[in-house]
Nanobody, 117 residues
Framework: QVQLVESGGGLVQPGGSLRLSCAAS????????MGWYRQAPGKQRELVAT???????YYTDSVKGRFTISRDNAKNTVYLQMNSLKPEDTAIYYC???????????WGRGTQVTVSS
């Protein structure tokens, strides 16, 4: 059974930093592209960043230069380092995995990030 468990969310002031983690189990981690999505109140879920096994990354324009996605393949964990946070980054952040020998997608339950003074 696939499990993606996020941690690291919280309340932070504008300009601050947070590091999200997502621990994956029940999958062959090397076969999966890992990503982070977010959903703000009243908005659709949007892609934030992805990372493939070899380390290539993608970022949505609004987070480029501020967020960094990384993965530790030995620990089956993906991270999202978020710097220079803005109020518009406030959302529930979801971990996402896609791939596998038989293609499938899985989601974590999400972690709340609130950027406010």
């Amino acid at each position: 059974q696939v499990q993606l468990v996020e941690s690291g969310g919280g309340l932070v002031q504008p300009g601050g930093s947070l590091r999200l983690s997502c621990a994956a189990s029940g999958i062959i981690f090397s076969l999966y592209t890992m990503g982070w999505y977010r959903q703000a109140p009243g908005k659709q879920r949007e892609l934030v960043a992805t990372i493939v096994y070899g380390g290539s990354t993608y970022y949505t324009d609004s987070v480029k230069g501020r967020f960094t996605i990384s993965r530790d393949n030995a620990k089956n964990t993906v991270y999202l380092q978020m710097n220079s946070l803005k109020p518009e980054d406030t959302a529930i952040y979801y971990c996402h995995a896609r791939g596998g020998e038989i293609y499938r997608e899985s989601w974590g339950r999400g972690t709340q990030v609130t950027v406010s003074s």
